[in-house]
């Protein structure tokens, strides 16, 4: 029974009202989380590459080019085999040659494709690879005799390299290549190729000139199905990064394209751990943008950032240097405001990321108007696209999201604003949508903590129209943040003025949608129910009325609201006692503090409908007699209502409901449960004698005359007959 209520305690709080903790939408400002304004996003790496390389489709620069071994082995063997039959259909031989070549090439490749099925998930990974069954060779060397040189020297070299024995690998792979011209017109680009995989084991440095060889061969008109020649491109850009020629690897790289950004991040990130910081990196301009794109797009590398900065500081900077704006971001991000100041001088004017910046560091000097000016114009100015785009935080999870930036810039305005207690245009800037969907939770906090329900009702009736807004909201039942809309603040606003009583003024802004019955959607509209709602609130205000019929509106209003609180009555918000703290003046308004107090009054903690309907109930069993089937209703409902969530609250209306309720039914159960029944029973047991007072019969009015003058008249007659029978004596 424990875990029975427990969990039923947990659905409560999870379905009751709207937390907004889905995870879609940004990390707020002012609710839970608390985003710090002042600092800048990270960027998207891939979105920067894009800009610094030129790409026409970012798509192609983070697409992952890279196959499984087995998918590129198997494409390999087939290649083999379909060029070695081409390569001797001449020969009156050719069906014994290629059954042979094809019997040592399958039993190798069996090998080889059972080593590789162990290596998935490592795949790309030298590191990680565990050592092979070897593949002996030796018992094929009959059938190996009838196949041409170049042939038989690859496959050796591939015996060899498969086996690990570099050293015999690269000696069987170079002598192809030292084979006269017209003897390895098919295998020449494949050794050079391999004797560069090989040496990237052993030598990174040495691999190089033969990826470039392979290129070279393929120019020269050397068979290349494989397409070895434009792979070699990737691979020489790895052995010059594992060499330590990160300009070249970065350059390498960035010319590619398809798949570039994947492999730049790998390269940044080793160059970074080098100690020193290779000075070619900070003076070559595209390995510099390159490298601070990928630091500015990941803020949590503290160590390699400082590295970084000191290596920029190092260096003497004149007139405008490309990628200045991200410079200063990322000195910036890393708290070296001087730094950052020093990089906007080195900006091309008017770049929407510098300014940012400025706007930012004229903020945190204090300079509010000026920053919150410039903020105002990078709001209305700022371009939109994918180009534009930067990651924010989603919740206190870490997680992050590619938004529009000049979403960002428009919510930090917002913010700017609300420091300075410009509530109705920071409210404006966070329901602003460009691109993105606004910033429903900071809006809501505006709405329903900060300003008093009369400015959000101007606020709502002022911005009607708003082509800056939206009209509607697209999915009333979304349990996600919606998009920003007035339709959604009306209901808002609606919802405010039900919880303090005012159903009069709530009533023309409750949505004219259907609403929902704990949860589920029911025939009636919104605006029905709160009318209903109005109609009881009335007649249990109207002390004009008898007291049970009083009672039986106060019964109805608490079983709406507890059944349709989330449509009629909740905030979305989850109340925030410690709201007060966080924003206490001088850092904010004065009166900030007083507002967020008064807005807990009406709704102080979570699911509190829950205790306002329990207390409907309450008033209710207060204007009603005991042993009353009505009383009891409200007494059961009330308890049920908090029995989960406040069983403290609960266990009076369970004593109340057996106290007062002798002779009913439901009664008698809950004092044998020591509880609440499941069930609600309306059974009478006994129907009493109306009470009646003493007064109210003759009879008792008549004896309570006559008994007390009896009584005199008895006491007087004994008085009399004593003092006969003892007269009383005189004196001598």
Known sequence: MRHRRFLLAVLVALCSEKVLACGIGPLSYLTYGGRDALAMPNTIFDIECQSILGASDPAELVRDVRNSRVELFALTCDTDLREFAEAVRDDPKAREM???????????????FRWLHSLQPYYYSFERETAPEPFDLAPYEERLASVPEEFKRYLRGAAAYFNQDWDAAAAH?????????????????????????????????????????????????????????????????????????????????????????????????????????????????????????????????KDKARKWLDALQSTTWDGVVPGADRMAWFAYQNGDMACAEEWLAHCEPKTPFARWVDAKLLLRKGRVDEGTALLQELADTFPLGDAWKVRAPLLDDGSLSWVEARGVVREELGYALFKQADYHEALLEFLRVDGDRGNWHDALFLAERVMTPEELQEFVETEAGNPKLTEDDPDPYDHCPPDCSIAALRHTLARRWARMGMWDKALPYYPDQNARRFWQQSSESIPEVAA?????????????????????????????????????????????????????????????????????????????????????????????????????????????????????????????????????????????????????????????????????????????????????????????????????????
Request: charged share 25%; hydrophobic share 45%.
């Open 532 to 732: 209903r709602a109005r109609a009881r609130a009335d007649g249990a205000n109207d002390s004009t009325l008898p007291p049970r019929e009083r009672a039986g509106h106060l019964f109805e209003l608490g079983r709406l609201i507890r059944e349709y609180g989330p449509d009629l009555f909740c905030p979305e918000l989850i109340p925030d006692a410690t709201a007060r703290d966080r924003f206490s003046p001088p850092d904010f308004p004065a009166d900030l503090p007083r507002r967020l107090e008064e807005s807990l009054e009406p709704y102080p903690r979570m699911n509190h409908f829950v205790w306002v309907a329990a207390d409907m109930m309450r008033q209710a069993a207060e204007l009603l007699p005991d042993n009353d089937v009505l009383t009891a209703h409200a007494l059961y409902l009330g308890g049920v209502y908090l029995k989960n969530v406040d069983p403290k609250a609960a266990d009076q209306f369970y004593k109340a409901l057996v106290r007062r309720n002798p002779n009913l039914l439901i009664a008698r159960q809950a004092d044998e449960l020591r509880w609440f029944p499941r069930k609600f029973t309306d059974v009478v047991l006994y129907q009493p004698r109306p009470e009646q007072h003493w007064y109210d019969r003759k009879r008792n009015v008549t004896l309570a005359v006559l008994v007390p003058l009896g009584a005199v008249g008895l006491t007087l007659a004994a008085a009399c007959r004593l003092r006969r029978r003892f007269p009383p004596r005189h004196g001598r």
């Open 173 to 301: 792979f170079a002598s192809v290549l030292e084979l006269p011209v017209e003897q390895r017109a098919h295998r020449s680009t494949w050794a050079a190729f391999m004797l560069g995989k090989t040496w990237l084991r052993k030598d990174p440095a040495r691999a190089i000139p033969f990826f470039e060889k392979t290129r070279a061969l393929a120019a020269e008109g050397f068979a290349d199905t494989l397409g070895l020649a434009e792979a070699s491109v990737g691979w020489q850009a790895q052995a010059e990064m594992k060499s330590g020629a990160y300009v070249d690897a970065i350059h390498r790289y960035a010319g590619i394209g398809t798949g570039a950004a994947l492999s730049l991040r790998v390269v940044c990130s080793r160059a970074l751990d080098e100690k020193p910081v290779d000075p070619a990196l900070v003076q070559d301009e595209l390995s510099r943008r390159i490298v601070t794109a990928w630091l500015v797009a990941h803020t949590r590398e």
């Open 98 to 112: 290629i059954d042979d070549y094809e019997t040592v090439r399958s039993a190798l490749c069996k090998l080889v």
